[in-house]
């Protein structure tokens, strides 16, 4: 009999096997890094390592099980309404983490209601938020979020834009085993109104067209901090990709008060909730 293949082998992708959400996780998610980042973030405000998180729009929930591996005291709590997409985390992401398993709550819940317990961190990576339209949606997100944290709690976006954004192209990234495409198909500048697809290619020429597709509006960064404020949000950073010997995008984050222009620039927006004032409610709970 011939050797088998080892258990940890990557597939060989076809339009057949394709498997769209472990294709995403390679081609588009830096979990251990963004692990890093909100630590670094949490800490500059408050002077300690943050524990407890929830992950808004988590999809697979790739986040979460990152973030629970990262220290044995840590929990995670993902959001989202696509209940085949959590169900495909849990087994995939969160059932093979071992006694790290019962530390990650996966919740079919809109990031629209605030939830109970609080958190030190949500985050909303991948620019979900950017589903929501209007300014009034999102405020109402911002305000939920904030109902939902601890006092000194901190609210983590990212974010994407630039000229290059407005424009219509295809993208093609080659990767281990398969193509990944970002495709931008329509930009209204009346709207911001942004529509975008991700698609696969692979090694057979067989192809997965529209494996995800985003219906967004393509927020400023300004009006994003802005309608934080609004939510009752402090301190509002901006962590702005740096560059490379090259001249290319470094994948790495410092944060800034003032920048140059960029054609296609990516970031990340910090916001904390301001801390417990004597003898509220809040400040009895931080006491916990």
Same mark, same amino acid.
């Given at each position: @009999?011939?050797? *088998?293949?080892?258990?940890?082998? !990557? ?8 498997? !769209?959400?472990?294709?995403?996780? $390679?081609?588009?998610? %830096? ?12 800490? !500059?405000?408050? &002077? ?5 998180? !929830?992950?808004?729009f988590c999809g697979t929930a790739l986040l979460c099980a990152e973030w629970v591996k990262s220290k044995k005291e840590r929990t995670a709590t993902g959001l989202d309404i696509d209940v085949p997409t959590l169900d495909w985390g849990r087994e995939k992401n969160v059932a093979t983490l071992g006694n790290a398993t019962e530390r990650v709550t996966l919740l079919d819940q809109?990031?629209? +209601? ?13 620019? %979900?938020?950017?589903?929501? =339209? ?5 405020? %109402? ?16 976006? #990212?974010?994407? &834009? ?21 495709? $931008? ?18 090694? #057979?020429?067989?192809?997965?067209? *529209? ?10 960064? $300004?009006?994003?901090?802005?309608? @934080? @404020? ?15 010997? *090259? &001249? #290319?995008? %470094? &994948? ?5 008060? /003032? ?7 990516? @970031?990340?927006?910090?916001? *904390? +909730? ?6 509220? /409610?809040?400040? =009895?709970?931080?006491? +916990?």
């Open positions: @009999m011939p050797p *088998k293949k080892p258990s940890n082998a !990557r597939p060989v992708w076809t339009r057949r096997n394709a498997d !769209r959400h472990a294709l995403y996780q $390679q081609s588009v998610q %830096s979990p251990s890094y963004e692990v890093l980042l909100l630590s670094r973030i949490f800490e !500059r405000h408050t &002077g300690r390592a943050p524990l407890v998180l !929830r992950e808004d809109n990031v629209l +209601k605030k939830t109970a317990p609080t958190f030190e961190v949500i985050c909303a990576f991948n620019y %979900s938020y950017s589903t929501f =339209k209007t300014r009034a949606l999102l405020r %109402s997100y911002f305000e939920a979020a904030y109902a939902s944290l601890k006092p000194e709690g901190v609210l983590v976006l #990212d974010g994407f &834009g630039g000229w290059d954004a407005q424009k219509t192209c295809r993208e093609p990234r080659k990767l281990k085993g398969f193509t990944y495409v970002w495709e $931008q198909a329509a930009f209204d500048p009346t709207t911001s109104d942004f529509l975008a697809h991700i698609h696969f290619e692979f090694p #057979d020429g067989t192809k997965l067209n *529209k494996a995800f597709t985003y219906d967004w509006r393509l927020w400023s960064i $300004q009006e994003l901090r802005e309608l @934080m @404020m609004e939510a009752g949000f402090v301190d509002i950073d901006v962590y702005w990709e740096g560059v490379d010997e *090259k &001249g #290319d995008a %470094s &994948g790495t984050f410092e944060r800034v008060t /003032k920048t140059t222009n960029d054609p296609a620039w990516n @970031m990340y927006l910090a916001g *904390k +909730k301001s801390p417990a004032l004597a003898g509220t /409610k809040d400040a =009895k709970r931080a006491r +916990k």
